[in-house]
């Protein structure tokens, strides 16, 4: 439509009155205008008044103004010395409306015509109509709405203006019916059905969507199939071509693959060759690939990077590692020469921070493990990384290695942090089988002035519970790394209304510092000092021995506390731990000084081991012990209310919370505590079927073991009560919900039994 009128407008001014000869123009009147002001023709026309205009200049001049997309013709005439411009604007779009839209919002949709040039407001060019329509199609298409139309309508409207009406039809979503593997005979075709994202419809599809093609899914899952043959000794394996079909209807997707297995290699050597700056038997050491074992991509892989690491680590960042494989087709062996390239040792010159806006540049430094002018190390930068990562700070930390202009063993490190908001108000709320309702509040800062401390005030109430707390903790009270942290609180308790449990009531009002000492990049000894005030109320239905030490000691006390603590956590992972070790010692002691003397010590221990190993990807083992110990110092009794309880989430499943152990001698239906308590687990966490790759939603498989005991009671296999079930973790938006079915094993007559068990919500 441009060129056709730009050639007839040309053609009159051929015909102009102007003549061979230019015309000098003496004043210039625009006509045909409604919306565009007059001074925008000016701007973009290529003539003033008092420029001589031939048939080229005006021929540019209409050329000018249609280059500005606002007008649909122009014209260009002369009336003696005036130049006459004649438009016809293209109408403005003043509405657009969209029907039918369901799966995607309407605001989504008109960001998405945006992009074409669709907007309200702005000129209407018919040729857009197509992209639009074409855009719309690909935003449902991206949805798996194959079959979905759009019909667009054009409505004329007063001042040169239109209204667009885009009609759409979503159809159904099309969904995946097959996935089949041509040419897969070593394996099941369901074992690899099992290991894509995609998948046919099942009772998790309509949340997770996986039924639905997408190309990039569906590339992803070919490479998980591809390194699991290659994983288990198919060197060769190849995705041939895949083929993608659908139904005509547009509602049903089938995807074919096919696949060329070759044959299974067994590792027939290993061998190391190049330059070696490290002991050789070292790199040795870090070969994962087996003679005698099938081939495996991963433990090619494994090994290229744990040599790469080792050299890295004494300054050879750079190095280049190179697994050839020599095949013996006739016995199916290859039999692979790691080729080693330490290239040029490297240092550091500059360690660079960027992006702290407000915390401060020695907060983070004390973090980093890597030093200038020292050999640059993977592992002390990586380290790095975590350390920053674990404080809470940054939303988001990127490291860049570039090398030093003008040299060749010198690298600048430079951090690049994305601060993100330390400070919280937070309302939570929860329930638990044994505490009811539980409604939590605080106020926290976790980087107060940029300094890396935090203050945190919080309130916790429950139908057992209530505390009061305000603590405050500097992590680097020396340079040194030593921590040191202060905490007041009022803490409640009330066992009154808990079935099963002796009832007392006692109210603690105490505060205590704390030292942390870090001995390792895992480790960490810890110990306090505190004071506090309880104050105790027992009833006629409270066990004998409550009574006994309230007419002994008063209904107030005052102790004086003593904690050390050590712990070792090299777990991968706080939330979804899946390898690593756990380990925490903790002891309190009440010291001279106060009302109280007693010890109360608790050991806790937690190994993870990952079952790849067997084939069980995402599936691990996790076995859990916890013992906890404690006593009367001097001629005094423990007090009751430091005895251990037992039972419930976290502790035997399958009891009711807080009844294992010793009874009241004169009501065995009431448990009282004891001053030992052993406990372990073994639970098999894998992921939920169906969830994929999401890591906050896990089932388990459990046997639990444990009881609680008091003073001279025999701790034996025989006393031990048992358990076993299966449990769900979800971490849900409103906090972790924990759910456990258990099935008690050798219960006894006065054990209190309550096979489904939950907690859900975080407390603060």
């Known amino acids: 439509m441009h060129l056709r009128a730009l050639a007839v407008s040309l053609a009159l ?122 855009e719309l199609k690909r935003q449902y298409l991206g949805r798996g709405r194959y079959a979905a139309q759009i019909t667009t309508t054009v409505k004329p409207l007063e001042r040169n203006r239109v209204a667009l009406t885009f009609d759409i039809d979503e159809g159904e979503v099309a969904r995946i019916q ?27 599809t309509w949340y997770n969507k996986n039924d639905q093609y997408s190309k990039q899914k569906l590339s992803s899952d070919l490479e998980t199939v591809r390194s699991y043959y290659q994983n288990r000794g198919f060197l060769e394996f190849s995705i041939d071509s895949t083929q993608v079909s659908i139904t005509p209807d547009r509602e049903s997707i089938f995807i074919t693959v096919n696949v060329t297995e070759g044959q299974r290699y067994t590792v027939s050597d290993v061998t190391l060759a190049g330059s070696f700056p490290v002991p050789e038997e070292d790199l040795r050491k870090l070969v994962t690939l087996k003679t005698g074992e099938p081939f495996s991509r991963e433990r090619v892989t494994e090994t290229t990077k744990r040599i790469t690491d080792r050299l890295a680590n004494d300054g050879y960042s750079f190095a280049n590692i190179n697994a050839e494989p020599v095949l013996d087709r006739t016995k199916g062996a290859a039999a692979f020469t790691f080729t080693v390239d330490p290239g040029r040792r490297v240092y550091v010159r500059r360690i660079n921070i960027t992006g702290n806006a407000k915390t401060r540049d020695e907060v983070i430094r004390r973090e980093i493990r890597q030093l200038e002018g020292a050999w640059y190390s993977t592992e002390k930068v990586n380290r790095s990384k975590v350390r920053l990562e674990r404080l809470g700070f940054f939303s988001e930390i990127n490291v860049e290695t570039p090398a030093v202009p003008g040299t060749t063993d010198q690298v600048d490190v430079n951090f690049t942090v994305t601060e993100r908001s330390t ?98 990049e895992v480790d960490a000894v810890g110990a306090g000092l505190g ?73 806790h221990a937690q190994y993870l081991v990952p079952l790849s190993a067997v084939y069980l990807p995402r599936v691990s083992l996790s076995l859990n012990g916890e013992y906890g110990f404690a006593n009367g110092l001097g001629d005094q009794p423990l007090p009751f209310f430091k005895n251990f309880f037992g039972g419930g989430v976290g502790s035997v499943r399958g009891y009711t919370t807080n009844t294992l152990g010793p009874k009241d001698p004169n009501n065995n239906a009431i448990a009282v505590g004891g001053n030992r308590l052993a406990v372990g687990s073994a639970e098999l966490l894998f992921p939920f079927p169906g969830s994929k790759t999401d890591k906050s939603l896990r089932l388990s498989l459990f046997a639990d073991a444990g009881n609680v005991y008091g003073p001279g009671e025999t701790l034996s296999t025989a006393t031990l009560r048992y358990s076993a079930g299966t449990a769900l973790t979800w971490y849900s938006p409103v906090g972790p919900l924990k759910l456990s079915y258990a099935v008690p094993i050798r219960k006894q007559p006065l054990d209190d039994i309550e096979r489904l068990q939950f907690t859900l919500g975080q407390t603060f």
Do not use: C
């Open 13 to 134: 001014v051929a015909g102009a009155a102007w003549g061979a000869e230019p015309v000098t123009v003496k004043d210039i009147r625009i006509e045909g205008i409604q919306r565009t002001e007059a001074g925008t023709v000016f701007n973009y026309l290529p003539v003033k008044v008092g420029d001589k205009v031939d048939d080229d200049r005006a021929a540019d001049a209409i050329r000018a103004l249609f280059a500005t997309g606002f007008f649909s013709d122009v014209k260009v005439s002369v009336e003696g010395d005036v130049l006459v411009v004649s438009v016809t604007e293209r109408p403005a779009i003043f509405t657009i409306d969209i029907n039918g839209a369901k799966d995607i919002t309407k605001d989504s949709l008109k960001d998405a015509l945006k992009t074409v040039g669709i907007a309200e407001s702005r000129i209407y060019d018919k040729s857009l109509i197509d992209r639009a329509e074409k």
């Open 531 to 603: 004071a506090e005030h309880t104050k105790l109320g027992v009833f006629t239905t409270s066990a004998l021995r409550y009574l006994d030490f309230v007419n002994r000691f008063g209904s107030t006390t005052n102790t004086i506390k003593g904690t050390v603590s050590f712990s070792r956590d090299s777990r991968d992972s706080v939330l979804f731990p899946t390898s690593g070790l756990l380990q925490q010692y903790n002891m309190e002691v009440g010291l001279p000084g106060g009302d109280l003397h007693y010890y109360r010590g608790d050991i």
């Open 178 to 204: 097959e996935i089949h593997f041509n040419g897969a005979e070593a394996f099941k075709e369901s074992d690899l059905l099992d290991l894509m994202v995609l998948s046919t419809p099942g009772w998790l």
């Open 423 to 520: 400070g919280s108000i937070q309302l939570g709320a929860g329930y638990s089988t044994s505490e009811k309702l539980i409604l939590s509040t605080s106020v926290s800062q976790n980087n107060i002035f940029g300094t890396g401390n935090s203050l945190t005030v919080a309130l916790n109430t429950g139908t057992l519970s209530r505390t009061i707390s305000v603590s405050y903790y500097n992590p680097y009270y020396t340079e040194e790394g030593i921590g040191r942290g202060f905490s007041i609180y009022d803490r409640k308790v009330d066992t009154s209304t808990l079935t099963g449990v002796a009832p007392y009531a006692s109210e603690s009002i105490g505060g205590d510092m704390n030292f942390s000492v870090p001995l390792s």
